[in-house]
């Protein structure tokens, strides 16, 4: 039981004010002929979904650490190959990497929005080097614009995981666009949350696409031309991982919102900008050409420690994502993961506090948790 008086999610509130919607879509699923509710389902969000990217295809998966992994294997990413991605996001990033036999060379970030600093990536480049994954931490936009100079230079691929970033722009275009193959999340709390796991692949390449297609049902060739009706042939070996249908569509019900749902964030963290204050704060600043959205917000402070106490003893349920950095987790303790300098990375896992952005929340929430951090810091 959640007893937070503010806390990180208020999802529960839409899901009421929304329910006659989701529970009539949930019954269709349930209720129709299985090819027409359960089947389609998944079909419908991907057809829904690509108003909303600036890639030509997209494929519903069981989770965005799928997605990746899978997003890796259908740019041809093989055992041996390097991949340079950062060390500030969740394990399933490096653990993506993993799965498919590769390496993960991890490469610092920027101060500015805590997201890969494209000026450090080429000195990381070997003859093995064959993918960039950029991580849009906290739904900050990655440069992948300058990534994109870089990997057309050395004929890399870039799988970008936007699992936080639905919503953001960057050069005005939809977050992905200038990656190979972008993954978003539907888990929970992610800004366009399912209530239990989800994900999008998308691409622009119909040989990526075909291979993703592939990889989430099992590897099996039924539904492309040419194959004979019927038959159970696999060209891959892949695994059995689709959208489910009910997360599906609760996305589906829930998608329309998403702009508002992304202004609003935006709305928040205007007054988190405008209104927080004390010694020893930093804020994130973003590149002018882009335009993030906000799965939380997340500001570095000294005696981070002491803080998120003070938030926690007041109710707000202020998190850290995700500390410590993969590469001083335990699992990579004996692993060349281990050795890695990121001073940044550091700096910024060392202090980092995200304070909740739910679009839910009331002005007079968010102004009751700057008061508090305000508060804490002055003391
Ligand atoms: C940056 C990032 N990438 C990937 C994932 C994995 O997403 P999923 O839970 O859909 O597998 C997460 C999950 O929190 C994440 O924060």
């Known amino acids: 039981m959640n007893n937070y008086r503010i806390p990180r999610s208020l999802v529960h509130l ?36 690509l108003k909303y990217i600036g890639h030509k295809y997209v494929t519903g998966v069981h989770s965005a650490t799928m997605g990746m992994l899978i997003g890796l294997r259908a740019v041809g990413i093989v055992q041996g190959d390097e991949v340079i991605t950062v060390g500030n996001s969740d394990i399933s990033t490096t653990a993506a990497i993993h799965n498919v036999g590769a390496h993960s060379i991890l490469c610092d970030i920027k ?13 990381l480049i070997t003859e093995r080097t064959t993918a960039i994954l950029p991580v849009d931490m906290y739904g900050h936009p990655s440069d992948v614009k300058a990534l994109r100079a870089i990997a057309e230079k050395h004929n890399l691929a870039i799988v970008q995981d936007a699992a936080l970033a639905l919503g953001a722009t960057d050069h005005g275009l939809p977050i992905g666009s200038y990656a190979d193959v972008v ?3 539907f888990a929970p709390l992610k ?18 696409h075909r291979s993703i297609y592939l990889l989430t049902g099992y ?27 009910f997360q599906a569509s609760l996305v589906s019900t829930k998608l329309p919102k998403l702009s ?8 928040i963290v205007s007054m988190y900008i405008d209104k927080l204050e004390g010694p020893g704060l930093h804020v994130p600043t973003f590149r002018p050409t882009s335009e993030p959205t906000f799965r939380c917000f997340t500001i570095c402070v000294q005696d981070r420690g002491r803080v998120l106490r003070v938030l926690r003893d007041n109710g707000v349920e202020a998190v850290l994502h995700y500390v410590p950095p993969v590469y001083r987790q335990s699992v990579y303790k004996d692993t060349v993961l281990a050795n890695f300098e990121l001073p940044v990375t550091d700096e910024v896992t060392n202090s980092l506090l995200c304070l909740p952005v739910s679009p839910e929340l009331s002005d007079d929430q968010v102004l009751q948790v700057i008061q508090i951090v305000n508060d804490a810091l002055a003391s």
């Open 14 to 49: 839409t899901h009421r004010d929304m329910r006659d919607d989701i529970m009539n879509r949930f019954e269709h699923v349930l209720l129709s002929e299985y090819s027409v509710g359960a089947h389609l389902a998944g079909e419908k969000l991907e057809h829904e979904f």
């Open 183 to 185: 993954v978003f999340s």
């Open 111 to 123: 101060i500015d929005d805590y997201t890969i600093d494209p000026d450090k990536v080429e000195a």
């Open 219 to 245: 590897g099996h060739a039924g539904g492309f031309e040419g194959m004979e009706l019927g038959h159970q042939d696999h060209i891959d070996e892949g695994y059995n991982v689709p959208i489910d249908p």
């Open 260 to 267: 508002e749902w992304t202004q609003r964030r935006r709305a």
């Open 191 to 208: 800004p366009m949350g399912s209530l239990g796991n989800g994900g999008m692949v998308a691409t622009s390449s119909t040989e990526i």
